[in-house]
């Protein structure tokens, strides 16, 4: 049983202090996520993150990763956007709640993008995208991608809130991280 306060040998300590998760919470459900996007955009736009990596694909599988991609970024940006929604503040939710319209509109044309027909002579799956539409859906997720940053800092979700920034320190922490 745990118990409050002193040193009770092997037993759970709660103490006064409240649990709290931020720091996990904001490392695997918004820095994970924000980090994912450019993966999933790239791949969107290429079918693969490096450029030599292309070569190992056939036309139909990048057609298929490009998909795959552009659905993983849509996913991801709705992740983020329930992750975060109750911490933006006040005046960003209407420009949140936008972002998060267009995104849900995207939904319904994702699968209009794409046609997956079968070639009769060799019985393999044809990948064929439409390209008007993909772009436009990427556009419009690349645009909401870009736009969250603002309000994700103003929440404080990307640089603490204070008045002074020790850029000094942000790039000691960047590079002890590796």
């Known amino acids: 049983m745990a ?3 002193g040193d009770f040998g092997g037993d759970v300590n709660l103490g006064t202090d409240a649990w709290n998760v931020a720091d996990g919470y904001t490392k695997l459900k918004i820095l994970r996520q924000l980090i994912m996007f ?4 790239t791949i969107a736009q290429f079918g693969t993150e ?3 990596e292309d070569q190992g694909y056939n036309t139909n599988q ?3 990763r490009r998909v795959e991609g552009l659905q993983r970024l849509h996913s991801t940006i709705r992740q983020l956007l329930g992750n975060v929604a109750f911490a933006m503040k006040k005046a960003d ?8 319209d267009r995104v849900e509109t995207c939904s319904g044309f994702i699968p209009k993008a794409f046609d997956i027909k079968n070639d009769q002579i060799s019985h393999e799956d044809i990948f064929e995208i439409n390209e008007d ?3 436009k859906i990427l556009d419009v997720l690349q645009d ?9 800092n103003n929440a404080g979700l990307i640089f603490r809130t204070s008045e002074e920034v020790d850029l000094d320190k942000i790039m000691q922490g960047i ?3 590796g």
């Open 3 to 5: 118990k409050q306060g």
């Open 62 to 64: 990048l057609s298929k």
């Open 133 to 135: 539409m993909f772009k």
């Open 93 to 100: 939710k209407p420009l949140v709640a936008t972002m998060l």
């Open 38 to 41: 450019d993966r999933w955009d």
């Open 175 to 177: 590079v002890d991280a």
């Open 50 to 52: 490096e450029i030599d």
């Open 144 to 152: 909401v991608k870009d736009g969250l940053n603002t309000p994700l």
